[in-house]
């Protein structure tokens, strides 16, 4: 059984001018008419069973994340407390 956690709670800083805090790459329509988000879970959906996929954001993008993934169950998208850029590496 295969899982999926998508990081879906950064502001997008390397895609500026384009992605802004109040509309971060996740939610950006660049390739086609669907957000990098949408586009995501749909190119992991063949693979893995909508019960099994998990978005973390944060409590700014909450609402944009259940409207643009109203098929993925709410239980699933968890708030993480505080940006703590989790997801950034250094060089």
Known sequence: MLYALILAGGKG???YPLSRSE???QFLKLINDKSFLRNTVDRIKPLV???N???VTNE???DKIYEELPDI???NIFVEPANKETAYYRI
Do not use: A, D, G
């Open 53 to 55: 996929i998990f978005v």
């Open 49 to 51: 069973s909508k019960e």
């Open 13 to 15: 800083i390397r895609l």
């Open 23 to 25: 509309n971060p790459k």
């Open 60 to 62: 700014e993008y909450l």
């Open 73 to 75: 169950s709410k239980s």
